[in-house]
């Protein structure tokens, strides 16, 4: 039977997902409505908070990522109420979640923060493991302790990071574009920071000052949670060992333009009769053209190759966790699987929200925005959906915020800074666009895209102290036609001009 929808004076405000998304969200809805409960039903013991937040100019921010556990928010926010558990069911008709533990509880209105979950080239082979979260990541570097070879398969942040970290194992790199790093760079780009992977790491480790809570020797909770840890920081390798079992720095082969055909463990292998291939030395001596060595699982790639492993890393990019909500909701979808949101947040049922990775942004973007699943975003995302509900639930109108104006991000890749402004892979703009560059090696790398005159993105690595006076060029779509050639020509300082 039809269950009567409860009075809206009953429900609460509820976020699902203890990741960056929906702690921001948790937590400003806190702050705007500090006499009533808010609650955070998130399967993990620990949360994510943002911590040490810089702005950095007008919409690029830097801060990090901490791993807390729950009384920490609860106790800086007494109005926050933590529901340790799954999610097992959304009744969007009757306004309520049924959580894992076997209780309903009844919103007004809901934001899903449930973040993503890794793709893997293969489910339940013991040889393949995702990095996503803490754990996988300390399930990683315990099987890294005992490993001579292993392949890393994608080209998204945490392969870079992961490739450039590893030492004292050979890495077999694919990847399916021509060059790493392909979300984040051009060629160009990607072949100036290889030349830093070939190079040894003369750096020391700087200490981190963070403290880490770790969800190790924890009951894993019933509703395979799993996979439903949140995402790793930007600096999530730190503070983690990552030594294989040889002793040398660097060994990386990178196999461009191909992806995984089929994954054999050791003894399929042995019956299928096939040859796999050593590391690749340096290309002068080829003798070698068969591996001795006996592997645990071996990979056969579309370019016909095969090499074998002691295991696999899936680091292949992450669909969003929609999966508890989608049973008897007719929620809009977007392509990648996201749960589609409007220019307020809101999702195609009603009182439901969306922030971070699992939503896919539907309203119409800036010309120099686009959604990318990064902690920047998730942040944003879920700070201004917080905003949207109150005003909601006030009757009042919200304006979009100013972090969607244009895509900024900065991050590290190989020690060096990065910042990444508006369309700075020239995404969307067709042939119609041109480039320019100014590249001082190992020092420094600037692109612009330009358009009509107009500067439409940048990539920026190193510390190059250009990304606020970009961000301005961009932002106000300045027409630096008179320039030409010269825009980026080190003596001329364009700071003069439009701050």
Known sequence: MEVARPPSTMGKFVVVGGGIAGVTCAEQ?????????????TASPVIKAVTNFKQVSKVLEEFDVEEQPK?????????????????????????????????QHVYKKLC?????KPKLICEGNPYVLGIRDTDSAQEFQKQLTKAKRIMIIGNGGIALELVYEIEGCEIIWAIKDKAIGNTFFDAGAAEFLTSKLIAEKPEARIAHKRTRY????????????????????PDWHEGLNLKGTKEFSHKIHIETMCEVKKIYLQEEFRISKKKSLPFPRDHSNQSVTTDKEIWPVYVELTNEKIYGCDFIVSATGVTPNTEPFLCGNSFDLGEDGG??????????????????????ASWRPSPVWQQMRLWTQARQMGWYAAKCMAAASLGESTDMDFSFELFAHVTKF??????????YNA??????HELMLRCTKGQEY??????????????LIGETDLEETFENLILNQTDLSSYGEDLLDPNIDLEDYFD
Do not use: W
């Open 427 to 432: 995404q969307g703009l067709g042939s119609d």
């Open 214 to 233: 770790t969800t190790e020797g924890r009951k894993q909770t019933k509703t395979g949670a799993g996979n439903m840890g949140s995402a790793l920081g």
């Open 339 to 360: 749960l589609k949101v409007d220019a307020h947040m809101h999702t195609s049922l009603s009182d439901v929200y969306a922030a971070g990775d699992i939503c896919t």
């Open 112 to 116: 899903l923060c449930a973040g993503a």
């Open 71 to 103: 009384t920490m928010l609860e106790n800086r926010f007494p109005n926050i109420k933590i529901i340790e558990s799954g999610v097992k069911q959304l009744k969007s008709k009757e306004h309520c979640i049924l959580t894992g533990d076997g209780s």
């Open 446 to 459: 600037i692109k612009v895209v330009m358009q009509n005159g107009r500067m439409m993105g940048a990539v």
């Open 29 to 41: 809805l806190a702050i705007q409505f500090p006499s009533e409960d808010i609650l955070l039903v």
């Open 414 to 423: 190989f020690n060096y800074k990065v910042v990444l402004l508006g369309k």
